[in-house]
């Protein structure tokens, strides 16, 4: 019980007469990365709403680092941070400013010095001091988890992560989500790519119509499927791999 | 619960900060709020004022009242753009999934309507002087004047709360306030009611902005307020009222 992040039981939510959730039972282990995976429209954001307090439980007992999230969802609000599917930023103000913004909001002791070493970690030094409308939407994302690392949660969601993000932003996000899984903070992740919960997930689950179909690690997920067959396939490199190793060779002159 | 009342300050003044920062970064804003009501003062005062008949030998002084309510009316439908935006852009959600006093998510945006907007009162007050507006008012009398713009200010942006929660689109968020913006011609912000037909007669006359109107007209010209002064407090209280519990409702729907 006290290494799990997260243990939901029976989790219901229907909306209107549209039953999303019908009875979604899992468990996150503290300090893994977790991956939920289904197509568009399981319900996966509607999951990652009820666990980060924003939408409430039809059904079901849901615990959050220990909490109720029906009965305590001031602890875990606390205890966690969320970056959802659309980057949660102020484009306004400048990527300084919001992170000050957010360490005000976890009321921490010295929002300034808490605010350098993340844009310092991220790389965003140069573009601290500019709006956040002139970022790339690498740059916007990135800018997104450091808000969501103001403060060390233990737990974070990270919701669809790196939809619309282009190759090397994508690889960057995996590699900052590695970093926090390996500093012992427990990962929540949403993806509808396959190879995104291959490379970074300890455990997957798989939302299938309101219910988790399957879930393990990846090779007790592998056992499920017909035996492996031994095929001679010619290995013809992906177009992910010509582009960054073009981009690379770009850089590397 | 009690952890995060006891941050509510702390928490409203960086919400009223961010809001602010967005006011000052978008002048334009307040310039476009600005432009039309004084575009109506400069049409009424130098081309149809010619041929109204108010009593009063000053247009000026007469108009001033209403265009500060059309100001303000204008003004708050950029509150309910930038909620609108804020629900759209996900931050509101970020806020949400945050331990903060949630009230101040809204209470932030309304602060900051009544600064921006008192912004655009003073500079449009600057304009009308240029035109000849003049004042025998004392201080409590203009103290009193700012009050009464506060409260209907504060009113309107909780109208404004509403339409940000609850519109469907950037357009409709803005679009509620147009209505708002009329209803000051419909009243003796420019001419006095008693050249309307009954029924439009009846109607301005028992509608918010007359009083409001005359309330102001009068302090600021060192009249008798009367009873005018009592039923536009009531009305701008009674519309806070109202439009805060159907904000909260809007708002409960949100999340």
């Given at each position: 019980m006290q290494n799990n992040s997260i243990q939901v039981k029976g989790l219901q939510k229907s909306y209107n007469q549209l039953h999303v959730l019908n009875g979604v039972d899992f468990e996150v282990e503290q300090g893994s990365i977790f991956a939920l995976l289904g197509s568009n429209g399981a319900g996966k954001t509607t999951i990652v709403k009820i666990l980060t307090t924003l939408l409430k439980q039809d059904g079901g007992t849901t615990t959050v680092n220990g909490f109720d999230i029906t009965s305590k969802p001031d602890n875990v609000r606390q205890s966690i941070s969320l970056t959802g599917q659309f980057a949660a930023v102020d484009e306004i103000l400048t990527g300084e400013e919001n992170l000050i913004m957010i360490a005000k909001l976890r009321h921490l002791e010295n929002p300034h010095q808490v605010t350098d070493n993340l844009i310092k970690r991220f790389g965003l030094t140069d573009a601290a001091n500019r709006r956040v409308a002139t970022y790339s939407g690498g740059m916007h994302r990135k800018l997104d988890l450091a808000m969501s690392l103001v403060g060390k949660p233990q737990l974070i969601f990270l919701d669809e992560p790196t939809t619309g993000l282009d190759p090397e932003a994508r690889l960057e996000v995996w590699k900052i989500v590695k970093e926090l899984a390996d500093s012992g903070t427990t990962v929540f992740l949403t993806t509808q790519y396959l190879d995104e919960a291959e490379q970074l997930a300890d455990q997957i689950a798989i939302l299938h119509e309101g219910r988790i179909i399957a879930s393990g690690t990846l090779a007790e997920l592998k056992r499920l499927l017909p035996p492996t067959k031994v095929e001679y396939v010619e290995k013809q490199p992906t177009l992910e791999e010509i582009f960054l190793a073009i981009i690379g060779k770009k850089e590397a002159k | 619960m009690e952890a995060t009342k006891k941050h509510f300050f702390s928490d409203m003044s960086v919400m009223l900060g961010r809001s602010m920062r967005h006011i000052f970064r978008s002048m334009d804003t307040i310039i476009t709020v600005t432009i039309m009501p004084i575009g109506f003062m400069l049409l009424f005062v130098y081309v149809f004022g010619g041929a109204i008949q108010t009593g009063t030998d000053n247009y000026v002084n007469y108009l001033l009242p209403g265009i500060l309510l059309i100001a303000i009316a204008s003004g708050i439908s950029y509150t309910s753009y930038r909620l609108f935006i804020d629900v759209q852009g996900g931050i509101f959600e970020r806020f949400h999934s945050m331990?903060?006093?949630?009230?101040t998510v809204l209470w932030g945006h309304v602060l900051s309507s009544l600064v921006s907007n008192a912004i655009s009162v003073v500079v449009i007050i600057v304009v009308a002087l240029m035109m000849g507006f003049r004042s025998s008012a004392g201080v409590l009398p203009w103290l009193a004047v700012a009050s009464i713009l506060m409260l209907f200010t504060l009113a309107l942006s909780w109208v404004a709360v509403i339409a940000g929660l609850s519109a469907k689109s950037v357009d409709g968020a803005g679009a509620f306030a147009y209505p708002i913006v009329f209803l000051p011609f419909i009243s003796s912000a420019f001419v006095p009611t008693e050249s309307m037909p009954p029924i439009v007669r009846a109607f301005a006359e028992n509608q918010p902005v007359t009083s409001i109107v005359e309330a102001i007209r009068a302090l600021l010209s060192g009249q008798p307020v009367g009873n005018d002064i009592w039923i536009a407090l009531a009305w701008c209280i009674g519309i806070t009222i109202v439009a805060y519990i159907f904000a909260m409702r809007a708002y409960k729907k949100r999340v």
């Open positions: - | 331990p903060i006093a949630r009230s």
